[in-house]
C-alpha cells in the first residue's frame, strides 16, 4: 500500500495508465479460440491415425512442420509483419489439410499443398483474417487438379485398428460416379465392385479425416459449447443436402444417391463442420450463413448428380466463399429501435 | 418464472462484487473540498457566492446555467476559498468553488433527522421545485437533471417508471447496499416519483445475482403499501442497466433511434437518484452526499468499503482514508470497469455521479491489437445490434456516410464490442470518434435545414 499523498508527491500516479473504458476484457483471445478449434479437430484426428496408421501421422506432420514454418517465415522474412505469425491458427490449417488428403498421399504433394495453403491462400491475401478462400479447401482443390491420381486414389483403412480386406480402390461416391458414367445403375456398379451400402456406411474409403462421423460430430459439439462457433451453417448445409437427395432419390434411386449416403461421404460433415464454419471466410450474420450454407448444399449435390467430378464438397465452399462479400451486403444485424 | 432481459446482445463478465458484504461508512470532513461546476449533463452551473462569503452545509452555491443544468450545494459549512478553473479526474479544466471547511453547520430549513417520512406531498409543483432546488441529477452515470425527466413535455405521458436496480456493472456495490440499507427511502422516492409523472406504474428491476436486495424490496413494499410498484427480477447480463435495454426488459418496447425514453411512455430512474429525490422532497435535503465503493481486483478483501462521501471530497482524501492505493495497481477508474473513466488526476474532486474508484492491477492493461478474425463476437455482443468490426473498418477508411447508414450514433458506448474481441482490435476507440465526427455531420445538417 502506498499512502496517498506519498504517491502524489512520487509521480506514481503518472505511471498508472489512462486509457477509455472498457478497463475488462473477456478471457477469450485468437489464440485461445483457434486452440479450441485444434482440440474439436482432435477425436476425428485419433480417429484417423487409428485406422490409417503411420501413412496418415507422416502426412499429419509433414503437413505441420510445413504450414508452422511457411507462415512464420512468410510473415518474418517476406511481409516483415512477425506478428502476423499465429501458431494456433497456421496449425488448423495444417490439420484440417491432412485431413483433406488422402493418407498415401506422397510428402512432397502434402508440402506443396502447404505452400498452397499458407503461401497462396493465406499470406498473399495479407495473412490472419484477410483470405477470401480457405486455405485448407484451396490447397486441397488445386492438389486435386494437379495430381488427380495421387489424390483420388484413396487407401481403404489398413491401420493399428484393422477394418477391411482391400488396400485400395476409387471412394464410393468415386465408383459410382465410374459406373454411372459408363451406363451403370449405382446398384449394378456397386455390385460390380463387391462393396454393398451398409457396408460402406461403416468403413469408407476416402481422405484421412472423412473416416469418423462421431469423432466430427464430437468435436463439433466442443465447438457450440465453447461458443466458438454457431450451429446455422452446419445445419444448413445439411438440411439442403437431406432435402434435396430425398427428392431425387425418391424420384429415381437408381440415377440418384439417397441422403444418408450423400451425408456421410465426401468430406461433407468435415467440410459443414469445421471448414465452411471458418470465421474469416463465411458470412457475419446468422441469416447470412443460412444462406451460405443452403448454397453450398445446393452445389455440393448439383456437382454430385449432374457435374463431372464425383464429390463436389471442396468446391462448393470455394465458390460459396466467393460470395461472401456480397451476402455479408444483403444480411445485416437486426438493430435496437429501428423496424 | 422466466426472468426477464433485453433481447439484444449483452456480455456476461464476471461479477467481482468484492465490496458487497462491506455496509455503507460515514466518511469524515477533509480540510478543503471543491465542488464542481460540472457535474451534470447540459449547461455548467454559474457561482452565487464570492471568494471570501462563509457558506453553511446545504447552502445553494451555484445556480443553473440553462434549461438543463442543476443548482450545486456546499458540502460543508466554511469560507469559500477561490472560485476557478481545476482539474477533473479525467485532467480537464472545469470552474471549481473551492471551500475551505471548518465545520458543519447545515443551512436553514433542512431535516436532518432519520425518521422515515412516508406521507407524500399533494401538489406536484411542490416536489418538482423541491427537486429542481435541491440539485437532484441522475445517479446512474449521465447525471441528466432530474426535474426535466420528471416532467415530460406535452403530449407525452408516462406509462412506466422503472427504477434501475440492476448495478449491472462488475465491481460496483453502492446501489446493491442502498437497496439494503436505505430500503424505505428508496420506495418513498419511487412512489413520489409516480405520484409527478400521473401515477403511473413502477416497477424496480433487480438482477438475480442480488436476491438479499430483491426480498428487502419485497418486504419494504408490503410494509409500505404504496400502490402500484412491483419488483421485476431480471436475468445478470451486462448492459441490463442502460436505459434503453432496461426499457427493453421490462416493458418490451424499444426507443426509436435518436427517441427519448418518454416516447415509449418509459422513465427510468436510478435507486440511487431515488433515494436522492426522498431526500430532497421529504427533508429539503440537498444533494452533497452520494454512495461509492472503494474496491477493485487489488484491493484485498478486509479493505473493500462502501462509503457514503460529501460530494466535493477530493478522490485522493478518499483513497486514504481507506488506506492508500494497493502497489500493484496499474490503473485507477471512476465508475464501473465497462464505462467508467480512468483517473489521470487523482486530486480531482468527487462529483454528484462518482460511484467508485477502482483500483485495477495487471489484467486491465490492454493487449496489442491483432488482427480481425471475422469472428463477430462484437456484432453478437452489441445491445444495440451495430456491427461493431464493421464501424472500425468504415472509420479507418473515413467513409461518414456509410458509418452513419450503419447506425453509428446509436452506439451507447458500453464497451461489450471491445470487451469481446478475440483479436484485442480497439473497436470502441475507433466507433467514439467515428461517433464524433458523424454527429458533427448530422448537426450541421439539421442546423442548416
Known sequence: MSSVPEMLKSKKMDKMIVSPSPHLHSPASTNSIMRDVVIALMPAVIVMVLFYGWSSILVLAVSCVSCLCLEYAIARWLMHKPELFNGWSATVTAVLLAMNLPTTTPWWIVFIGAVVAIGVAKMSFGGLGQNIFNPAITARVFLLISFPVAMTNWSMPQGFIPAVDAVSGATPLGLIKEGLKSGQSISEALAASGLDVHYLLRDIGGSGGEISALALVAGFIYLLVRKVVKPWIPLSILATITIIATIFHAVDPEQFTGPNFNLMTGGVLLGALFMATDYVTSPSSNWGGVVYGIGIGLIVMMIRYFGSYPEGMSFAILIMNCFVPLINKAFHQKKYGRA | ?449
Open chain 2, 1 to 449: 418464472m422466466s426472468k426477464l432481459t433485453f433481447s439484444i446482445g449483452g456480455i456476461h463478465p464476471a461479477d467481482s462484487k468484492l465490496a458487497r458484504e462491506c455496509k455503507i461508512e460515514v466518511l469524515p470532513l477533509p480540510s478543503k473540498m471543491y465542488v464542481s461546476m460540472f457535474q451534470h449533463l447540459g449547461a455548467q452551473a454559474k457561482p452565487i457566492v464570492a471568494v471570501g462569503d462563509k457558506v453553511k452545509t446545504g447552502q445553494i452555491i451555484a445556480e443553473p446555467g440553462g434549461f438543463i443544468s442543476a443548482y450545486v450545494h456546499s458540502p460543508a459549512s466554511g469560507t469559500v476559498k477561490s472560485i476557478a478553473p481545476r482539474k477533473d479526474l479525467a485532467g480537464f479544466n472545469v470552474m471549481h468553488i473551492e471551500i475551505d471547511v471548518e465545520g458543519d453547520e447545515w443551512a436553514e430549513g433542512i431535516d436532518l433527522s432519520t425518521e422515515l417520512v412516508t406521507k407524500i406531498p399533494e401538489d406536484r409543483e411542490f416536489i418538482l421545485d423541491r427537486v429542481k432546488m435541491n440539485g437532484v441529477v441522475g445517479l446512474g452515470g449521465a447525471t441528466f437533471p432530474t426535474h426535466v425527466k420528471l416532467n415530460p413535455p406535452p403530449g407525452k405521458t408516462a406509462d412506466c417508471l422503472i427504477l434501475n436496480g440492476t448495478e449491472c456493472e462488475p465491481y460496483l456495490t453502492s446501489d446493491f447496499r442502498i437497496l439494503l440499507e436505505r430500503t424505505d427511502e428508496i420506495i418513498v422516492g419511487a412512489a413520489i416519483m409516480q405520484k409527478v409523472l400521473g401515477g403511473c406504474k413502477c416497477v424496480i428491476g433487480i438482477e438475480e445475482n442480488k436476491p438479499e436486495a430483491i426480498s428487502a424490496v419485497r418486504a419494504s413494499l408490503a410494509r409500505l403499501g404504496y400502490p402500484g410498484i412491483s419488483v421485476a427480477v431480471l436475468r445478470k447480463r451486462y448492459p441490463q442497466g442502460g436505459e434503453k435495454q432496461l426499457i427493453d426488459a421490462v416493458m418490451k418496447r424499444q426507443v426509436k433511434s435518436g427517441g427519448l425514453p418518454i416516447d415509449v411512455g418509459a422513465v427510468v430512474q436510478n435507486v440511487g437518484t431515488s433515494l436522492a429525490v426522498y431526500e430532497a422532497v421529504q427533508k429539503n435535503k440537498p444533494l452533497i452526499t452520494n454512495i461509492m465503493t472503494f474496491t477493485g481486483d487489488v484491493v484485498p478483501a478486509e479493505r473493500q468499503r462502501n462509503y457514503l462521501f460529501r460530494i466535493g471530497m477530493p478522490l485522493s482524501f478518499i483513497a486514504e482514508q481507506a488506506g492508500g492505493v494497493p502497489e500493484e495497481t496499474v490503473k485507477l477508474v471512476s465508475g464501473g470497469p465497462m464505462m467508467g473513466k480512468a483517473i489521470a488526476f487523482l486530486d480531482a474532486a468527487t462529483v454528484k455521479g462518482t460511484s467508485s474508484i477502482l483500483c485495477l492491477g495487471e489484467a486491465t492493461r490492454r493487449h496489442p491489437e491483432t488482427p480481425c478474425i471475422s469472428c463477430c463476437r462484437c456484432a453478437d455482443a452489441c445491445p444495440m445490434g451495430l456491427e461493431p468490426f464493421l464501424l472500425k473498418k468504415l472509420h479507418v477508411a473515413g467513409d461518414l456516410a456509410a458509418l452513419e447508414q450503419n447506425a453509428v450514433q446509436d452506439c451507447i458506448e458500453c464497451g461489450c464490442c471491445q470487451y469481446s474481441c478475440p483479436a484485442y482490435v480497439p473497436l470502441l476507440d475507433n466507433i467514439r470518434i467515428a461517433k464524433g465526427q458523424v454527429m458533427g455531420v448530422i448537426r450541421a445538417r439539421n442546423a442548416k435545414k
